[in-house]
């Protein structure tokens, strides 16, 4: 079905009213996920080391696409609830996203993983440090790229402050994760200078096409 457009975007807001990934009508007190889209909507545990919550595919590719770039805080919420189901296991004090480059926040308008970040803190408690990581330098879109090329994309691609997280277990975050390339180069980064006394990297969607078994926590 036809996406709202920014007036349905904004009316969702206040009264949601349709099913936040294909816009079917909703009675008020419904779940917000349609049957169908519910039904379609697959759990994937974990891409590589990085915690996951729903697959990328299908209704998760859609719920994340019009949370990013259709600013649906339906759609945010429904990811959210998944994602906190998913990391209530897991032992974290502190909450850091994936920051994209100031550039391209000023050139778009907004930073997504941070709003997703915040929404999780609601969710559990714990507390953003939206400042704690920047990235150093722009990089190129992922999309596309071999594994190796994208190591290679974001390598030193992140500054962490010193001593910033000194004794905290950190929940890294990200929205989508295709092979963890982005979210082990922030790791890295972060070990390196914060003090962190854990790190568990994690991401509201993951790219089942490269599901594999767990692997330890950073």
Do not use: W
Not at 63 to 92: I, P, Q, S, T, W
């Amino acid at each position: 079905m036809r996406a709202l457009g920014l007036v349905g975007a904004l009316i969702e807001l206040i009264v949601p009213s349709v099913c936040p990934a294909c816009d079917v009508p909703r009675s008020e007190g419904e779940a917000l996920l349609c049957a169908v889209c519910a039904r379609d909507l697959r759990a994937l545990a974990r891409l590589r080391a990085v915690h996951t919550a729903i697959a990328y595919e299908g209704t998760g590719m859609e719920l994340v696409r019009r949370f990013k770039f259709e600013g649906r805080r339906d759609a945010l919420d429904v990811l959210v609830a998944r994602l906190e189901a998913r990391v209530r296991e897991l032992r974290f004090d502190v909450i850091v996203p994936v920051p994209r480059h100031v550039s391209r926040v000023r050139s778009e308008g907004s930073d997504p993983v941070f709003s997703l970040a915040r929404a999780l803190a609601r969710a559990t408690g714990a507390r953003v440090a939206g400042k704690a990581l920047a990235r150093a330098r722009r990089t190129p879109p992922q999309t596309g790229l071999s594994i190796a090329a994208r190591r290679a994309n974001v390598a030193a691609s992140f500054r962490a402050r010193p001593g910033e997280l000194a004794g905290l277990r950190v929940l890294l975050l990200d929205d989508v994760a295709t092979t963890g390339a982005t979210l082990i180069e922030a790791a890295r980064s972060l070990r390196r200078v914060s003090g962190a006394r854990r790190i568990t990297l994690a991401a509201a969607a993951g790219t089942p096409a490269v599901e594999a078994p767990a692997a330890p926590l950073l």
